[in-house]
C-alpha cells in the first residue's frame, strides 16, 4: 500500500511534495493518511504524482514499478507489457475508487 499524509481537503498535498492527489470525493475534516494500493495507482503522462523508476519487477501476468517522487517511493501494478527502463521518468495518476483513509493516531481506516 502507498501511503500518503495530508490534510482533509478535496485534494491532497503529499507529504514533501510539490505535487497533489485529486480525491474526487468529500473527506473528513483533519489530518489522515490517504492509502492506495499498486493497482490504483496507474501511468500516464498527465498524471500528477511525478517519480523516477528505480525497479520493473516482472511477475508473469503483472509488473510492479517502483519508483521515487519527491515524497517517497510509490510502487504501481501494471500489464506484463508495460515495461520500464531504471532511471526512466514517469507520471502516475491515482483512482479515486482505490482510496482509503486512514486515522494517523490509530492506523484505523475512516473512508
Known amino acids: 500500500m502507498n501511503l500518503f ?7 491532497v498535498p503529499t507529504q514533501d511534495c510539490e505535487d497533489s492527489i485529486a480525491l474526487g470525493r468529500s473527506v ?9 494500493r499498486p493497482e490504483f495507482l496507474r501511468r500516464d503522462e498527465r498524471g500528477p504524482l511525478r517519480a523516477r523508476i528505480v525497479l520493473d519487477a516482472f511477475h508473469g501476468a503483472c509488473r510492479y514499478l517502483h519508483a521515487d ?7 504501481a501494478r501494471v500489464g506484463a507489457e508495460h515495461s520500464s527502463a531504471a532511471g526512466e521518468e514517469a507520471r502516475f495518476a491515482v483512482e479515486a475508487a482505490g482510496l482509503r483513509l486512514f486515522d494517523p493516531a490509530s492506523s484505523r481506516r475512516i473512508a
Open 69 to 75: 517522487a519527491a515524497c517517497g517511493r510509490v510502487v
Open 28 to 36: 473528513p475534516d483533519g489530518a489522515y493518511v490517504l492509502g492506495v
Open 5 to 11: 499524509e495530508g490534510p482533509g481537503a478535496r485534494r
